[in-house]
C-alpha cells in the first residue's frame, strides 16, 4: 500500500467550530507531516512528526493542534479558526527524517488533502 | 541560504513536442533534489529525485531531469507531451542546514495543448 489517505475531504466550518483533519500511512513511514497550501502556491511546512514525536513546529498559531497516536496516523485539530486559514491542507510521510549528510532515501509521499474553507 | 528558482510560471508546448520545466538551485555542499507534481484538485505526487549518481535520472510516467553542477541547475524534461501532463511542477532542494526540510520553488503551471 503506497497510498497517504486524508478525511476529509472537503470541510467547511465557522470561526467558533472544533473540528479535525486525519490523515492515514500503511507504508511504514516513521516522519508525517503537515502542510498547508493556498491555491497556485508552494505548500507551506506546518509540523513535523518523527517516530510518533513532534521535530518540527513552524511557529504555527496555536488554534492549529497536531497529534500522532501512532506511527500509521497523524491528526490536525482545528479550533478557532479565521477565514486566512483557508487553504488545502496536506499530510505526507517518510521513510524517516534523514539525518544531515546522509543520502538516505527521503522523497515525501503526499495525500489528497482536505480543502478548509472557513467562514 | 539555500533556495530554488523556477524561473517559468507557465509553460506551453504543443502535445507530441518535447517538454522542459526549469529549475535552478543554490545551496551549500551537495543539493538533494525533487521534482514533484501537482494535478488539479490533487495532492502532490512525487516524480524523481537527484541524491547523487548519473547525472540523468529518470522518473515516473515518462519524465526525466538533468542535474547539470556547473550551471547548478535540474531541468525536467519529457520527449513527448501529453495533454494529460497539464498540471503544476515544483521543484525542491533538501535544505541541509535547517532540520533538513524542502525548500520548494513557486511552481510552473504547464500547459499542453491538443
Known amino acids: 500500500d503506497t497510498e497517504v489517505t486524508q478525511t476529509p475531504k472537503h470541510l467547511v466550518m465557522g470561526m467558533t467550530n472544533k473540528k479535525s483533519l486525519k490523515c492515514e500511512q500503511h507504508?511504514?513511514?516513521?516522519?508525517m507531516y503537515w502542510y498547508k497550501q493556498k491555491a497556485k502556491k508552494p505548500p507551506e511546512l506546518m509540523f513535523v512528526y518523527s517516530y510518533e514525536k513532534l521535530s518540527i513546529n513552524e511557529s504555527v498559531p496555536s488554534r492549529f493542534s497536531p497529534e500522532c497516536p501512532n506511527s500509521s496516523l497523524l491528526n490536525l485539530h482545528l479550533h478557532a479558526l479565521q477565514p486566512e486559514d483557508s487553504a488545502l491542507y496536506l499530510c505526507?510521510?517518510?521513510?524517516?527524517?534523514?539525518?544531515?549528510?546522509?543520502?538516505?532515501?527521503?522523497?515525501?509521499?503526499f495525500g489528497p488533502g482536505t480543502r478548509l474553507t472557513v467562514l | 541560504a539555500q533556495s530554488v528558482a523556477q524561473p517559468e510560471d507557465q509553460v506551453n508546448v504543443a502535445e507530441g513536442n518535447p517538454l522542459t520545466v526549469k529549475c535552478t538551485y543554490s545551496?551549500?555542499?551537495?543539493?538533494?533534489l525533487f521534482w514533484y507534481v501537482q494535478y488539479p484538485n490533487r495532492g502532490l505526487q512525487f516524480l524523481l529525485k537527484y541524491i547523487t549518481g548519473d547525472n540523468l535520472v529518470k522518473g515516473s510516467y515518462g519524465f526525466e531531469a538533468e542535474f547539470n553542477k556547473s550551471q547548478t541547475s535540474f531541468h525536467l524534461k519529457k520527449p513527448s507531451a501529453l495533454v494529460s501532463d497539464s498540471a503544476l511542477y515544483f521543484c525542491a532542494v533538501r535544505d541541509e542546514g535547517n532540520n533538513r526540510k524542502l525548500i520548494w520553488g513557486l511552481g510552473t503551471s504547464l500547459a499542453v495543448n491538443p
Open positions: 505526507a510521510s517518510s521513510q524517516d527524517v534523514s539525518g544531515a549528510g546522509t543520502r538516505a532515501y527521503n522523497e515525501q509521499f
Open positions: 545551496v551549500s555542499g551537495n543539493p538533494y
Open positions: 507504508m511504514g513511514h516513521r516522519a
